[in-house]
């Protein structure tokens, strides 16, 4: 036998190796199956899931502030502040007076103006 | 959670989505359609089992990577673009990567693998059956350097046409001939006992 021939023995053993290798392909078995199925399952399930919805720019800014019961002692803090500033209760100062101790009239000469209307008005 | 005790009956039986292309059912499922999953798995599952098989020449191994390969293809799905390459090229390239992630972690301790020395005691038939109970062309296929080996497999075992093997291998078709030419010459050799021909190139 020459080694062509001997070759061409072994294309063909390999070959009746790969056909045999083609028939006896193996079935997916049945419990890898099911785990394929299950995580497709969790993949789909995680897709359908709705994502959270949108909140709006005031609920967040009240969350930030710590939400409704928060507000309630706000908003009184903030009518208190609105009435004292409207009418200060006597024993208070006024901070006008503290800020800007002048009388208008000293104001309006600082500016060098005719101041003579005031008086006519008077 | 669908039921999955029984995961392929469906598919096997008249499913009118059996019809449907590897693409569509991809879309199918990116938009919550389970049963698209199940025809996928049965029409594709098996091709990647069987790769993964061929590759690793170990079932767990293989088994692990398949589920692995599939996982990503139901992650892909919504970034799937239809008509571009087929769904089955995408999987066989994720199969091929990670049966070889894993031979790459394997290889300093290969030992386990290495066949056992053949018993002196054991008459030319017996030695036979004993080859044949190990899958002769399984022991050649795990000596072939990795890319020769893949190309063979998709060549000569799962049959594919060379023009899709280069898509999967990402090379040129010239280049596939050329792999599966000197895998094939190499596991003549190899089960011919004349492993010291082997050029163990790899290209």
């Known amino acids: ?35 394929i199925l299950t995580d497709a399952e969790t993949v789909r399930l995680d897709r359908l899931k709705p994502a959270a919805p949108e909140r709006s720019v005031w609920a967040r800014i009240l969350d930030g502030i710590g939400g409704w019961q928060s507000m309630g002692g706000l908003v009184a803090a903030s009518a208190a502040g609105v009435w004292i500033g409207f009418a200060a209760p006597d024993f208070l100062p006024d901070p006008a007076t503290i800020l800007y101790p002048q009388d208008t009239s000293f104001v309006v000469a600082d500016l060098g103006l005719d101041t003579t209307f005031l008086e006519d008005a008077e | 959670m669908e039921d999955l005790t029984s995961p392929l009956q469906d598919v096997r039986g008249t499913d009118c989505a059996a019809d449907a292309s590897d693409d569509a059912l991809l879309l199918q499922f990116a938009e919550g359609d389970a049963a698209a999953a199940r025809v996928l798995t049965a029409r594709l599952g098996p091709k990647c089992f069987s ?22 293809l139901w992650q892909m799905a919504p970034k799937w673009v239809p008509g571009q390459a087929k769904v089955s090229t995408w999987l066989y390239r994720v199969t091929l990567n990670l049966c ?22 054991l008459s030319a038939a017996d030695r036979l059956q004993e080859a044949a109970r190990k899958d002769a062309l399984q022991m050649a296929l795990s000596q072939l350097p990795d890319r020769q080996r893949q190309a063979v497999i998709l060549r000569h075992i799962e049959e594919l046409p060379n023009p ?8 040129s078709t010239e280049a596939v001939e050329s792999l599966t030419a000197r895998g094939k010459r190499a596991l003549v050799a190899i089960l011919a006992g004349r492993q010291d021909e082997l050029g163990y190139d790899d290209g």
């Open chain 2, 164 to 171: 899709e093997i280069a898509g999967i291998m990402g090379i």
């Open chain 2, 51 to 72: 790769v993964a098989q061929r590759m690793l020449g170990n079932r767990a191994e293989a088994e692990d990577v398949t589920q692995d390969a599939m996982m990503r």
């Open chain 2, 100 to 121: 070889v992630d894993v031979l790459r972690k394997k290889r300093p301790d290969r030992l386990d693998d290495v066949p056992e020395p053949e018993d002196e005691d």
């Open chain 1, 1 to 35: 036998m020459n080694w062509g021939m001997m070759m061409a023995e072994d294309d063909m053993e390999l070959d009746q190796l790969f056909a045999q290798a083609r028939s006896a392909r193996p079935d997916l078995p049945d419990d890898l199956a099911v785990r």
